[in-house]
């Protein structure tokens, strides 16, 4: 089996843009997180070991080891999501003749569409922790970057929304609602942390680069 995220660029977007059923847009918003990650990780590393920023080489080392992990898991992501449409297709494919049959499947779905919903969840758990990293990275990282962090925090805002809605429709399909409002009500709640945090971040950026304050 292909892994998607050892795929060129080049492969990647061909076999994203083909009728292939994968990868799709859960794998692209892993994707996009890892990218996020790794411009947060570009601007630590035009940072550390210049003199002129000797007094945050520990935090901004701190920093890059933790967008290393994040960027490492949304690599693994991009593969778990076309491992995860696969097997929801594998469950939508089971017979349906008999009865027993029938309630067979209809729980062999449930299962795969509760399990096809944790990866992108986990994409959005990834790009709160790359989120996280990002505002001391603006405060302390080499300001000839800046833009650099804006552009990353951007990208975790749209890995993040579009990782919320591949949970969203796979949660259409459920039948079990109280774990569709547990999981909605996870959503939100990371959703809005999200927003303000990429949004906060990526106006003070703006800001500056316009010397605004």
Known sequence: MTVLSELS????????ASGAPTPGGGSAAALVGALAAALGEMVGNFTVGKPK??????????????LEV????????????????????????????TDEERAARAQAIEDALKSAAQVPLAVMEA?????????????????????????????????CRCAWLNVEVNLAS???????????????????????????????????????G
Do not use: H, W
């Open 70 to 97: 994040q960027r490492a898991r949304l690599l693994e992501l991009i593969d778990a999501d076309a491992d995860a449409y696969s097997q929801v297709g594998a469950a939508f494919g089971l017979p349906r003749t």
């Open 127 to 159: 790009c709160m922790a790359v989120c996280g990293q990002l505002e001391e990275l603006r405060q302390k990282g080499n300001p000839n970057l800046l833009s650099d962090v804006g552009v990353a925090a951007e990208l975790t805002r749209a890995a």
């Open 174 to 212: 459920l039948k079990d609602t109280a774990y569709v409002s547990e999981v909605r009500a996870a959503t939100s709640e990371r959703m809005a942390c999200i927003e303000a945090a990429t949004e906060e971040v990526f106006t003070r950026v703006a800001r500056a680069i316009r010397g605004e």
């Open 53 to 66: 920023y000797a007094a945050v080489e520990a935090d901004v080392q701190r920093i890059l080891a933790a």
């Open 9 to 16: 660029v080049g492969e990647y977007t061909a076999r994203l």
